[in-house]
T-cell receptor, first 111, second 112 residues
Framework: AQSVSQHNHHVILSEAASLELGCNYSYGGTVNLFWYVQYPGQHLQLLLK??????LVKGIKGFEAEFIKSKFSFNLRKPSVQWSDTAEYFC?????????FGAGTTVTVRA | EAQVTQNPRYLITVTGKKLTVTCSQN?????MSWYRQDPGLGLRQIYYSMNVEVTDKGDVPEGYKVSRKEKRNFPLILESPSPNQTSLYFCASSFGQGLEAFFGQGTRLTVV
C-alpha cells in the first residue's frame, strides 16, 4: 500500500516568510494525495488534493502544492504566511478506502 | 450545517470499563471511519465502514469494535480500555472513495 512521509517535524518562521513543507509518497502508479490542516484544538480540514491533471494544485487560504512524479513529491507551499497559519499540517494518500497520513509537521508562525 | 459530531469531547476512564464514543453525520455520507492521533505518528485508521452493516479493519483495530446499523451513526466501542488507548480520536465521513473527508471535532480519551 502506498504511504507518505513528512520529514519536517517542526517549522518555525516569521510572518510574511515563505513556507514549504515536504511530502514524499512511496511509489508510482495511481496517486491520490491530500494536504490537511489542523488548527490548535480543532479538527482536520482539507487544504487541497491531487488526483490527476495539472500538477500544480491550488487550495484554500492561499496554499498550493506541486506534484512532481520524478521526485515522488507533493510539497505544500505558501508564499507569505500569517500568524493564523500556525497549525499542524498532514500529508495523506488514499489506499482503497483508507487515508494514510504522514506524521505531521507543526508550523509555528511568529508575529 | 453539514457536520460530523462526536461525543464526548473529553473522557477520562479507568482500565477495563467499557465505553462508547458516538459519531454522527448529517450529510448522508456512505463512508465513515475512525482514526486515532498520537504525537509523532500522525493519524492511523482504526476501522472504516463503506455502508450500513459493512465494516472493516484499518491499521490499528486491536481493542476496538464498531457498528454501522444506520447510515448516519458509527460508534466506536472500547470493550476493555487500556492505558495504551489514551489518544485523540477522530471520526470522519465522505460520500465515497477519493472524495473529501469531513472530520469531527475529536474526542480526547484518557485511560488511567
Amino acid at each position: 500500500a502506498q504511504s507518505v512521509s513528512q520529514h519536517n517535524h517542526h517549522v518555525i518562521l516569521s510572518e510574511a516568510a515563505s513556507l514549504e513543507l515536504g511530502c514524499n509518497y512511496s511509489y508510482g502508479g495511481t496517486v491520490n494525495l491530500f494536504w490537511y490542516v489542523q488548527y490548535p484544538g480543532q479538527h482536520l480540514q482539507l487544504l487541497l488534493k491531487y488526483f490527476s491533471g495539472d500538477p500544480l494544485v491550488k487550495g484554500i487560504k492561499g496554499f498550493e502544492a506541486e506534484f512532481i512524479k520524478s521526485k515522488f513529491s507533493f510539497n505544500l507551499r505558501k508564499p507569505s504566511v500569517q500568524w493564523s497559519d500556525t497549525a499542524e499540517y498532514f500529508c495523506a494518500t488514499l489506499n482503497d478506502y483508507k487515508l494514510s497520513f504522514g506524521a505531521g509537521t507543526t508550523v509555528t508562525v511568529r508575529a | 450545517e453539514a457536520q460530523v459530531t462526536q461525543n464526548p469531547r473529553y473522557l477520562i476512564t479507568v482500565t477495563g470499563k467499557k465505553l462508547t464514543v458516538t459519531c454522527s453525520q448529517n450529510m448522508n455520507h456512505e463512508y465513515m471511519s475512525w482514526y486515532r492521533q498520537d504525537p509523532g505518528l500522525g493519524l492511523r485508521q482504526i476501522y472504516y465502514s463503506m455502508n450500513v452493516e459493512v465494516t472493516d479493519k484499518g491499521d490499528v483495530p486491536e481493542g476496538y469494535k464498531v457498528s454501522r446499523k444506520e447510515k448516519r451513526n458509527f460508534p466506536l466501542i472500547l470493550e476493555s480500555p487500556s492505558p495504551n488507548q489514551t489518544s485523540l480520536y477522530f471520526c470522519a465521513s465522505s460520500f465515497g472513495q477519493g472524495l473529501e473527508a469531513f472530520f469531527g471535532q475529536g474526542t480526547r480519551l484518557t485511560v488511567v
